[in-house]
């Protein structure tokens, strides 16, 4: 029995209550783990609808799990979008979302400003797979945006808020942008999560997460989401995406037939993740269910903590710089107030003026900031960006990241704040040496 979904409830209501089904056979109220690679179908006929899209009973766990479904349908109802997949990752999230758009020798336009891991795929396995990007600067205009517009172009890619730097992007003008390009907007919204931002009020067509981050909130699964605003309209736009306008299998109606507005959730569940196959395990889901249950209550506290922790770092004579786009002092402060008004987020980066060798000594003299690679945890996390995730990055990139030598990513999580600032103080105290 499904539980009755109303967009007019509160976050923090529909965070627990949608997508949620009462198990039909022993009322279990905890969405449970449908630990099953398949299912049992009643008649020959049933396959067969099944197999050919007639029939919406699932086939086959690759694509189509009850937990996940579960999941998927939580995470876009939050984000105002109309459905949602889960995925194993955030990086199978992009990947399976952009070869769902783009073939070889098509071309995307992004923000320069991006997560490694990120620009990485981009430049490196997209790229040898035969898709051409093309990365603008946080300021460029509306008309330098259009102006690189090619007939071959198939998306508009950015992230709300850039990880590391926090270089709050102007959705509402990229938004413009795609739409007069005819091409959909994809919103990495992972930092910011929909408590914080909706880039779908905004003007995306579809937003990923790393639901490996602030989403599970708890560290302990990895995992990523793809959700469909449901809004741009694929047949207006069919030459740019001439394989929606083709059926799954030889005498089939086009997806833009069956489908309309489900268009391209439909083929990227259908098609793309079931050719490839990066199926989340449903145990982890289960427990990806259990952290978003509190993802407001959690995220308040991040908030809290973040912008304390940016404006004692602030404030110290040992960094040279600190990126939190809540500081008023900070270049996207303004831009922060409009699109992230209860809080930019938790992600803390600062710049140390003696670069590697002071970085050295920041993070190996924390006892209770752990030290290693991850952001949304309930615990606080740091990382040196130039040493680890932009190791392999050439200069250029890193120029066009922000990252310097001495760059250090803070995830601040939820411990008390008086005992954080005393580590950060040993890290800091630590650079002096």
Not at 77 to 100: D, H, K, P, Y
């Amino acid at each position: 029995m499904a539980i009755e979904e109303r967009n007019e409830q509160t976050f923090a209501t529909r965070q627990i209550h949608a997508g949620a089904v009462v198990d039909s056979d022993v009322g279990a109220r905890v969405t449970p783990i449908y630990q099953s690679a398949g299912y049992v179908f009643p008649s020959y006929d049933e396959a067969e609808a099944r197999f050919s899209g007639e029939s919406v009973g699932r086939a086959y766990s690759r694509g189509d799990n009850p937990t996940n479904v579960v999941a998927g349908k939580r995470i876009a109802n939050l984000e105002g979008g109309r459905n949602g997949l889960v995925v194993s990752s955030g990086q199978a999230a992009i990947a399976m979302t952009l070869f769902s758009l783009a073939a070889s020798g098509d071309h995307v336009l992004s923000t320069a400003s991006l997560y490694g891991g990120t620009r990485q795929l981009f430049d490196g396995s997209l790229t040898r797979q035969g898709l051409n990007f093309e990365f603008l600067g946080a300021d460029a205009t509306e008309e330098e945006w259009l102006a690189r517009v090619r007939p071959e172009t198939r998306a508009v890619y950015t992230e709300s808020v850039p990880n590391p730097k926090n270089d709050v992007v102007d959705l509402e003008l990229l938004g413009r942008v795609a739409a007069r390009a005819g091409v959909p907007l994809i919103v990495d919204n992972t930092v910011a999560t929909p408590y914080l931002c909706r880039p779908i009020e905004w003007g995306a067509d579809i937003v990923i997460h790393s639901t490996s981050k602030w989403l599970s909130g708890h560290g302990s699964v990895i995992g990523g989401v793809i959700i469909d605003a449901g809004k741009f309209d694929w047949a207006a736009n069919s030459e740019r995406f001439p394989h929606f306008t083709k059926g799954s299998f030889e005498g089939a109606p086009s997806f833009i037939e069956r489908y309309g507005a489900d268009t391209f959730m439909s083929y990227v569940k259908s098609v793309t993740v079931l050719d490839y196959g990066p199926t989340v395990p449903p145990t982890s889901t289960f427990l990806l269910l259990h952290g978003i249950e509190t993802l407001s209550l959690r995220m308040e506290r991040h908030v809290e903590n973040a912008q304390r922790v940016a404006e004692w770092l602030e404030a110290r004579p040992e960094v040279a710089s600190v990126d939190y786009s809540g500081l008023p002092s900070n270049a996207y402060y303004e831009l922060a107030q409009k699109y992230l008004p209860d809080g930019a987020g938790s992600v803390v980066s600062f710049d140390l003026p003696g670069g590697p060798d002071a970085a050295r000594k920041f993070v190996e003299a924390l006892e209770l900031v752990s030290h290693m690679t991850h952001i949304g945890d309930v615990r606080t996390l740091a990382l040196h960006m130039e040493s680890t995730i932009f190791k392999r990055s050439t200069q250029e990139q890193r120029d066009e990241a922000g990252v310097t030598p001495g760059l250090i990513r803070l995830s601040i999580g939820i411990e008390g704040i008086d005992d954080i600032l005393a580590d950060l103080e040993r890290g800091l105290e630590a650079t002096k040496a």
